[in-house]
């Protein structure tokens, strides 16, 4: 994310997508993102990637890094 601009468009794409809810934070470069069961993070970073977007998965609480 270069602007606050960025982090709006991809906070609206995200919650355009059918049960998910997002918000982006663009201080930090970061988005808090829920979705339905059966859905995978994995699914979220690949739709980002299609649009030029960099985005990663992060790891849970304790898990150790990919």
Same mark, same amino acid.
């Given at each position: 994310?270069?602007? &606050?601009?960025?982090?709006?468009?991809?906070? #609206?794409?995200?919650?355009?997508? !059918? @049960? $998910? +809810?997002? &918000? $982006?934070? /663009? &201080?930090?470069?970061?988005? #808090? $993102?829920? /979705? *339905?069961? =059966? =859905?995978?993070? !994995? !699914?979220? $970073? +690949? =739709? @980002?990637?299609? @649009?030029?977007?960099? &985005?990663?998965?992060? %790891? *849970?609480? =304790?898990? %150790?890094?990919?």
């Amino acid at each position: 994310m270069t602007c &606050a601009s960025c982090a709006a468009r991809i906070e #609206r794409k995200l919650n355009r997508l !059918d @049960g $998910v +809810s997002a &918000a $982006v934070n /663009f &201080a930090t470069e970061t988005a #808090r $993102v829920t /979705f *339905p069961a =059966g =859905g995978t993070a !994995d !699914d979220l $970073v +690949s =739709g @980002g990637r299609a @649009g030029r977007l960099h &985005a990663r998965a992060a %790891s *849970p609480p =304790g898990a %150790s890094p990919r």
